[in-house]
């Protein structure tokens, strides 16, 4: 049985369609990462998967159970922390954890789940006085109570530094030896990268690519990126780099100097000559194995994009 299944799920705001049809899988055990941009429908589609928003049309199951009409069972099983974070400013941190714990009804320490968060220094004082990056700590403890089967933690490195983030990551992979399954959506795939199982893109609230990070790396034409360095650049002269016969993506990465970065299975001089036919000066150029951000762009920046 698969943890999570998302059925043609389509959503509307109004006039704006958050989702459209996305349908998708999340096994039992996996960490699976929601990459998107902002806007993407990444929390939209946690806020339906929680019942905390009705969709348009489509289903949602999680751990077996339909996640409109067993939405209390569902909770009292999956560890949430959810987006934009909430603390209440006149409990403390021992106060939050033994208030996750009541309603769990389970029997820990509140302690232990500061500890290992990080905040054992701070399990007295009042979370008004938190830094972001605290505040973000003690959600992920109490999402952490009860050792759910299923965690679900939308942009979980909001208001980490590196350390954090690395402890977050770590925290993750512990729970997911344990036997949980976690979802995790971000807007960064390096965080992703090294935790997760399968990724899964999604661009306007439909899904571009689910594959292991491995998978997305080389599905962007051999994992080839060019980075040339010009004089100037316009949309036109990206446009065309896009439409030549090998490139998958071109975009603008910085305008000081202008560079552009192409994705680009086979010769990297017909790049090269395009800029130059259309007079733009080529100061210097580079090739790497496509970078993460390289592949997240190439899926989430205009160009055609098949689903996977
Ligand atoms: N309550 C709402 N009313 C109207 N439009 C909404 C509402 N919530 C989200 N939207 C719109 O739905 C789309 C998807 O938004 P959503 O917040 O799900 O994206 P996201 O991927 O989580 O973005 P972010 O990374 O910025 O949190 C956006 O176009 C957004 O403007």
Known sequence: MPAMTVDSLTKSYGRTLALSELSFEVKEGEVFGFLGPNGAGKSTTINVILDFIRPTAGRVSVLGMDAQKRSREIRA????????????????????????????????????????????DAIDKKAGGYSKGMSQRLMLAMALVGEPELLILDEPSTGLDPNGAREMRRIVREENERGATVFFSSHIMEQVEAVCDRVGILREGEMVAVDSVEGLRD????????????????????????????????????????????????SKTAVLSELEDRGIDVQDFSTTEASLDDVFRSYTTDREVEAR
């Open 77 to 120: 099983r999956t560890g949430v922390l959810p987006e934009g974070v909430e603390t209440y400013d006149r409990l403390t941190a021992r106060e939050h954890l033994e208030f996750a714990i009541d309603s769990k009804g389970v029997d820990e320490d509140p302690e232990t789940h500061l500890e290992r968060v990080g905040l054992h």
């Open 219 to 266: 599905s962007v034409s051999g994992g080839e990126s060019l980075r040339v360095t010009v004089d100037r650049i316009d949309d036109d002269a990206v446009q065309a780099v896009r439409s030549l016969p090998d490139v998958s993506s071109a975009s603008v990465d910085g305008d000081a100097p202008p560079t552009i970065v192409v994705q680009v299975d086979g």
